[in-house]
């Protein structure tokens, strides 16, 4: 059975939409249907299969790398070409370019010329149009003002489709979450505690100080800080000094004090504050001041040694929150920052922002390690946790309520975000099974 090519250049050279993969969707003919069923032959009759479609190359030189394909029968190993006009290989410069004599078979909707190697020597051509319905809605899906532009279709989609691209989604995101992991993992020298607090710290930002938090929490000299596991107001003296809140010369008892150990600690083991501008309160409510944030994780911390240990032995949802929920030291209770009381309020963290812990953090790790011991029961614990969870809230997922998909639980909001921030907003259209069946609509 045949293999059928499309453009790499995608309808018509919109490269930086990326759209090359047309060609390299396994085959387009006997799995996408897009394009009609016919035999393939070269310009000049000679009978094309395609073995293999090779890589998709996004630097300069051919377009796919090590493609197979057979010849009237004759298996050719070499590259890939595509271009809209055949005239286009001279208009590159392809002909006195001696990177482009190892192409195999060139494609193009237009064979207005034949092509040659540096060499001369001729090289066979594959005529493929694209079907007028599916550029007319690949073109509607591109200039469409409204977001998704594939709103359209989406009432008219089958709970089954919708269904098996969000638990694609979910896997995906899980995915690159653990990848981002891996790399946080290798500045920790794959020390898993220290890569989950970080973690933990970044999404304790919840979004707007998140990049704050993870500077901040690469700062913690986490083994001094052990040293002094003990001593709370210890840990609030190294969080709040580094956190570089502690500089002022005036300020409360309580401050003076934290100040003056901080100063003693900072000496000791040789500490360097972060620059306290990066902190942003603008917009924020109290309750989410860096200050209560801190305060939070300071407890946290000197509570729970051995914290993820804890998080991973934790089956249940109910559990993890027992472990997270924490509180603050006394100073807080009646205090959003230094020096200025506040009506006195328990700070603990609301079951909201467990829940978004338990979802940027918590199932991250969860997948991860089990990916990396090998322990599927991690892996499901987290889908399972993330299913238990009640749906992110946010302008995402009321975008994509409103075109008819609504997320029934937090697997399925994390599903939509990615489809959101990896297809939407890249304009990966080719790439998503939604597009696909925008672009199929005859």
């Known amino acids: 059975m045949s293999i059928y090519f499309c453009y790499k250049d995608s309808f018509f050279h919109c490269k930086p939409l990326h759209l090359p993969n047309i060609y390299t969707s396994l085959t387009w003919n006997n799995y996408y249907k897009i394009f009609p069923l016919q035999e393939l032959k070269t310009t000049t009759g000679q009978k094309v299969e395609i073995i293999d479609t090779g890589l998709a190359n996004t630097n300069a030189g051919p377009d796919f790398f090590n493609a197979k394909v057979k010849l009237n029968g004759i298996l050719w190993i070499g590259n890939v070409e ?16 001696a990177t482009y004599d190892s192409v195999i078979l060139h494609i193009t909707s237009d064979a207005d010329i034949d092509v040659h190697r540096t060499n001369g020597e001729p090289i066979p051509q594959l005529i ?32 089954f489709t919708i269904h098996s691209w969000m638990s694609a989604l979910q896997l995906e995101r899980f995915e690159q979450k653990a990848s981002q992991l891996s790399e946080r993992l290798k500045r920790c020298n794959s020390n898993w505690e220290d890569a989950f607090f970080i973690t933990l710290a970044r999404n304790f930002g919840f979004g707007l100080n998140g990049d704050a938090f993870e ?16 001593e709370l107001f210890q840990i609030e003296a190294f969080f709040f000094g580094q956190a570089g809140l502690l500089q002022g010369t005036a300020g409360d008892e309580y401050y003076l004090r934290l100040k003056k150990e901080y100063e003693y600690l900072s000496h000791k083991f040789g500490l360097t504050p972060m620059d306290v501008s990066q902190w942003r309160f603008l917009r924020l409510r109290p309750t989410n001041f860096p200050h209560i944030r801190i305060a939070q994780l300071a407890v946290l911390y000197h509570r729970s040694y051995g914290l993820l240990s804890r998080i991973m032995e934790a089956e249940t949802v109910t559990k993890v929150h027992e472990i997270l929920k924490g509180g603050t030291s006394a100073y807080w209770v009646n205090h959003y920052t230094f020096e200025h009381p506040s009506p006195s309020r328990p700070k603990t963290l609301s079951n909201s922002s467990l829940d978004l812990l338990i979802i940027n953090t918590v199932a991250t790790f969860l997948y991860s390690y089990g990916v ?18 009640k749906a992110e809230y946010n302008y995402i997922t009321r975008m994509w ?17 990615q489809l959101k921030k990896e297809y939407c907003d890249k304009k990966k259209c080719l790439y998503c099974r939604i597009g696909y069946e925008y672009l199929k609509r005859n």
């Open 128 to 159: 493929l149009t694209c079907p007028d319905y599916v550029c007319r809605n690949y073109h509607e899906l591109v200039e469409t003002e409204s977001y998704p532009p594939c709103y359209r279709i989406i009432p008219t989609l089958s709970i």
């Open 401 to 417: 309520e409103q075109c008819g998909i609504k997320a029934a639980n937090a697997s399925d909001s994390q599903a939509l975000i």
């Open 215 to 230: 500077t901040w929490a690469n700062r913690i000299p986490l083994r001094a800080v052990d040293k002094h596991r003990d």
């Open 372 to 389: 990396h011991k090998g322990k599927e029961e991690y892996c499901a614990r987290a889908g399972a946790f993330l299913e238990e969870l």
């Open 82 to 97: 595509i271009h809209e006009r055949s005239s286009d290989w001279l208009k590159h410069g392809h002909h006195t370019d």
